[in-house]
């Protein structure tokens, strides 16, 4: 069967590049529903980069993110206009690039079209990557920077121990090198749990150096040195935004951090088998995040790891890294590492997007498991089981995400579909109608006004006081409502003042009405909307 695969490889990765392409591009327009603050926080600090022309390396606000995936979304936005799905389709390029790597990066490991095929497909129609391929979170480069970047070095170790000894192959080694440093220091610019990802490289380095290839090394260091400089330069001026919202998560800011250890650990293990994440926004709550049939595949290839990692170790410490597999090696830290950013956490366990990092080497596992089956099983077999895995995961990832997920109420609500609404209807308002939004939700500050409200002001462009003044929207915190009712009394005598909140809330509407005698209130989709119109005798 792998002469077949060999034969039409090229096809089959065109296949699966479709469906991954499908799965991560099909409604974005319209799903996911709503558009979540966080995400609104990113399309607001490129509206910003692109009028200022100033694109950082780091934005602090929203407990700090890393600047390359917000200024990449600038340059969509510039295209695309202020739309949700603008934000959310640089994440969906990054994932189907992902795809791509992943099928490279096995091939390079195993050296078979069968088993980079199937990870490449079970990486296109994973809901867990699906999802966060249609997010505007910058999380989703971790996997793309980390899979691009292991497949470069992997095949400059594959290069080296055929002892290539010209000229050419030592300059390209060199060049290899250096492209795979500087992709792997940009994956710094990703998320906070890839900073664990060096630690990965060892085996691989070990090869390197075994090999006295010591320029490779260096010249990986030099690249991954130029990427991550800009960072590290911040940092160094800006140490308190280094470590984020992580030092708030840890377990050891708890009472009994052991105990929490293993709970999380637990918990952890749980997510692709048992029960995964439970927040709507990163998962069908609480389904695992590897579908039954996967998650056999998948525990399968972890225990033919777990073989193959020590087959021809005697047990004897001098021969352990002469003797064991690097690919293997290589995977099984990718895992565990990328697993600690969850496991030392306190807060949402299990958290899929903290384990973002760790989807790919999670596909090419059950690769490996589905590759073990099929050549146990009789040819006739085999090509059966093929077939329904490659017709039956797909239909149960489409339904998953795109009837189950999408149609569920809960979905919506975790994407803020409400404020999104609320958006829209102010993005298409008059401007000679004044407007303030009274942003009754909680959240942490920026600029003055709480998180929730970025949503409707990235829809209507109003995240800067200029543009508010140019579009005649307003915000105010709960804080600000008296102090400002009397002045709103005062301009709704003389033009058209509407009123309208984030959340509905009797009390504060009750509190609105009696200040402001002639009050229309009507629900719409959710968000309640009073309109101030000036007094009966005088229209």
């Keep these: ?80 206009n202020n739309e949700p799905w603008a934000l959310r389709l640089a994440s969906a390029i990054f994932g189907i690039l992902t795809v791509l790597g992943t099928y490279l990066l096995t091939k390079q490991l195993f050296k078979k079209e069968s088993i980079a095929l199937f990870a490449s497909f079970f990486l296109a129609v994973s809901f867990w990557h699906i999802n966060f391929s249609r997010i505007g979170f910058r999380a ?50 990703s998320y906070i749990a890839y900073r ?23 010249f990986f260091i030099i690249g991954a040195a130029i990427a991550i400089y800009p960072l590290f330069n911040y940092f160094y001026h800006q140490p308190q935004d280094f470590l984020g919202r992580s030092s ?75 003797k064991i597999s690097y690919p293997e090696t290589t995977l099984f830290l990718w895992l565990i590492l990328g697993l600690l950013p969850v496991i030392i956490s306190s807060e949402g366990l299990p958290h899929a997007l903290r384990a973002i990092i760790v989807i790919p080497v999670t596909m090419i596992f059950a690769a490996l498991g589905l590759n073990w089956i099929i050549g146990k099983l009789k040819p006739k077999l085999g090509a059966l089981l093929l077939m329904a895995i490659l017709i039956v995961i797909p239909i149960n990832a ?8 999408t149609k569920n109420s809960n979905t919506a609500s975790a994407f803020s579909k409400n404020y999104a609404q609320l958006g829209n209807y102010l ?20 600029r003055g006004i709480p998180m929730p409200s970025q949503t409707v002001m990235f829809l209507t462009d109003t995240f800067l006081p200029e543009k508010q003044k140019e579009k005649n929207i307003y915000y105010l915190t709960r804080e600000k409502i008296d102090e400002n009712l009397e002045k709103i009394k005062k301009e709704s005598m003389n033009e058209e003042v509407k009123i309208f909140m984030l959340e509905s809330d009797p009390m504060l509407q009750k509190k609105i009405e009696d200040k402001l005698i002639y009050v229309y209130t009507y629900e719409d989709s959710g968000v309640m909307i009073q309109h101030k119109f000036p007094p009966p005798l005088l229209l």
Excluded: C
């Design 427 to 446: 993005r298409y308002s008059p401007k000679d109608i004044k407007k303030y939004v009274i942003v009754n939700a909680d959240g942490i500050d920026v």
């Design 1 to 80: 069967m792998e002469e077949f695969f060999k034969k039409y490889s090229i096809f089959f990765l065109f296949l699966i590049l479709i469906l991954a392409v499908f799965f991560r591009v099909y409604q974005i327009t319209a799903i996911p529903p709503g558009l979540y603050p966080d995400e609104a926080m990113n399309g607001n600090n490129a509206l910003e980069s692109i009028k200022t022309g100033e694109y950082k390396i780091f934005y602090p606000e929203n407990n700090g993110r890393e600047g390359l995936f917000i200024n990449i979304q600038a340059q969509v936005i510039k295209i695309f």
């Design 248 to 322: 708030q998560v840890s377990i050891f800011s708890s009472e009994s951090p052991v105990l929490e250890l293993g709970k999380n650990i637990l918990l952890t293990i749980g997510m692709f088998f048992v029960k995964g994440d439970s927040n709507w926004r990163h998962n069908f709550a609480g389904a695992p995040q590897l579908w039954w049939p996967m998650a056999i595949l998948f525990l399968i290839g972890l225990i033919i790891g777990i073989w193959k990692l020590f087959e021809n170790w005697k047990l004897k410490i001098e021969n352990f890294f002469e």
């Design 398 to 405: 489409y339904t998953q995400y795109f009837l189950n997920w």
């Design 140 to 189: 989703i480069m971790a996997p793309f920077f980390l899979t691009w970047s292991m497949f470069l070095l992997i095949k400059i170790v594959n290069q080296v121990k055929k002892n290539f000894q010209f000229p050419i192959f030592k300059f390209q080694i060199l060049i290899l090198s250096l492209f795979s440093g500087l992709i792997f220091g940009l994956g710094f610019h």
């Design 196 to 218: 664990i990802t060096p630690i990965i490289l060892l085996p691989l380095f070990f090869v390197l150096f075994k090999n006295r290839q010591f320029k490779a090394i260096l």
